[in-house]
């Protein structure tokens, strides 16, 4: 019989399905978790298996309190085949076009520079919340909606509260549940707004096309989901602070690397984005439901029975990775990428499966935004907490990574 697993989930964090992988010496293995039959599989074959959507299912297969805190009910990650098509079509249009990506690039470095400026006048900064306003104030303004100076510190805070509440219960949890709901209500009101035509929203925006979208029945989006909609648009990008927080820990731990981020060689900034995204923690796994009873790597996957997907365990794959637990950013220059190797945000085509079609974002502003942290003139003060607990789901730095200016630290 399986046991269940949901009380070692919580107390290992990212690494429970590993630690349970590694000590039956499988690549998959069965479980259960909340009381359901589950089984956890990893590599890139694994990663195949789990977006062959003859395989594994996405609708009812995420968690109600993922759904009220993450995605929101009714989102693209919980619908399958033609519902899924049609909705993830609309995605793919808005976030992987390259003038559109340019786009929010150059309004965020623009941001950034003129932030960096006021930064310098500080006796510190922290980096998680500083680079957070910045990518919230400037993803919310690309997509079209409406927003003054005076309400990015509160959009950002519940942007934020929404990724860092959907893996555990207590406050973080019901810190997220409320910032949903209120920015659902924000955006649902916005967008009735713009389909009775007493607000505009520029031709092509997010906020525009998501109004406007039809589904595969024909009909336009609840107005709740289409909020639920423009929000996994700015709440993911948002969440690049996560990533930059851990930039700022990578250039404290491993300084050699500094002078050259600092430089101008986008491919390296490129790979510097990608060991970023493998090396530290950020989704445990990703997971659905077997629609029929399956087989894969020795293991029955019962009907029903939740498919999880290693991610944390495949980025950090001996068989894929030399050297796995050593940050070494040159490992991706000249490296070509399968779809199935590196799953930080998951696997395959993001075009036709479950792949997050916001990666190339987020790739974007990474490598835009880590140079200019490596130029800027600053200290990391020694008396703050770097560590990084992989029981805490979203991981990150507990400090959120304090910098000191160097004009800062001239003064003493």
């Not at 690494?15 to 909340?34: E, I, S």
């Not at 808005?94 to 006796?123: C, Q, S």
């Not at 690049?240 to 927080?245: G, K, L, N, S």
């Not at 029981?391 to 910098?403: F, K, N, T």
């Amino acid at each position: 019989m399986r046991l269940e697993n949901s009380p070692a989930l919580l107390s290992k964090g990212y690494a429970w399905l590993p630690d349970l992988r590694r000590a039956r010496g499988l690549h998959a293995v069965g479980t259960r978790l909340g009381g359901l039959p589950a089984v956890g599989i990893q590599g890139t074959e694994a990663a195949r298996f789990l977006y062959d959507e003859d395989h594994v299912h996405r609708s009812h297969a995420i968690p109600e309190p993922v759904q009220g805190t993450l995605f929101g009910k009714g989102a693209v990650h919980t619908l399958d085949g033609e519902a899924h098509r049609v909705r993830k079509a609309m995605f793919v249009a808005l976030l992987m076009d390259g003038a559109g990506i340019d786009a929010l690039v150059e309004r965020t470095t623009a941001v950034w520079d003129a932030a960096a400026a006021e930064w310098a006048t500080r006796p510190q900064v922290v980096l998680f919340d500083a680079s957070a306003e910045v990518i919230a104030g400037s993803v919310t303004r690309w997509a079209g909606v409406p927003l003054t100076d005076g309400e990015v510190p509160a959009l950002t805070r519940d942007l934020l509260a929404m990724v860092d509440g959907f893996a555990t219960g207590g406050p973080r949890h019901w810190r997220a549940r409320r910032a949903r709901g209120r920015r659902e209500d924000w955006l649902g009101g916005i967008v009735e707004q713009v389909r009775s035509g007493r607000a505009g929203a520029a031709p092509g925006s997010v906020l525009a096309v998501v109004a406007a979208h039809r589904d595969a029945d024909g009909g336009l989006l609840d107005p709740r989901v289409a909020a639920v909609e423009v929000l996994n648009v700015i709440r993911p990008t948002t969440a690049v602070a996560w990533f930059m927080a851990f930039s700022g820990h990578a250039l404290a731990r491993w300084p050699q690397y500094r002078e050259r981020l600092a430089g101008a060689d986008p491919a390296f900034a490129e790979a510097w984005a990608h060991e970023v995204r493998r090396f530290y923690p950020f989704a445990p796994f990703i997971g659905g439901r077997a629609p029929q009873r399956l087989e894969f790597g020795g293991q029955t996957i019962p009907r029903n029975a939740m498919v999880l997907l290693d991610l944390y365990g495949q980025n950090h794959d001996p068989q894929l990775w030399e050297d796995p637990y050593a940050f070494r950013p040159e490992r991706f220059l000249g490296r070509e990428i399968g779809a199935f190797d590196l799953v930080p945000q998951g696997g395959g085509d993001p075009r036709t499966n479950h792949r997050c079609p916001g990666e190339q974002i987020t790739v974007a502003l990474l490598a835009a935004l880590a140079p200019r942290l490596a130029r800027l003139p600053f200290d990391v003060p020694a008396d703050q907490d770097l560590t990084i607990s992989l029981r805490r789901i979203p991981a990150r730095p507990a400090s959120g990574v304090v910098l000191r200016p160097a004009a800062a630290a001239a003064r003493g």
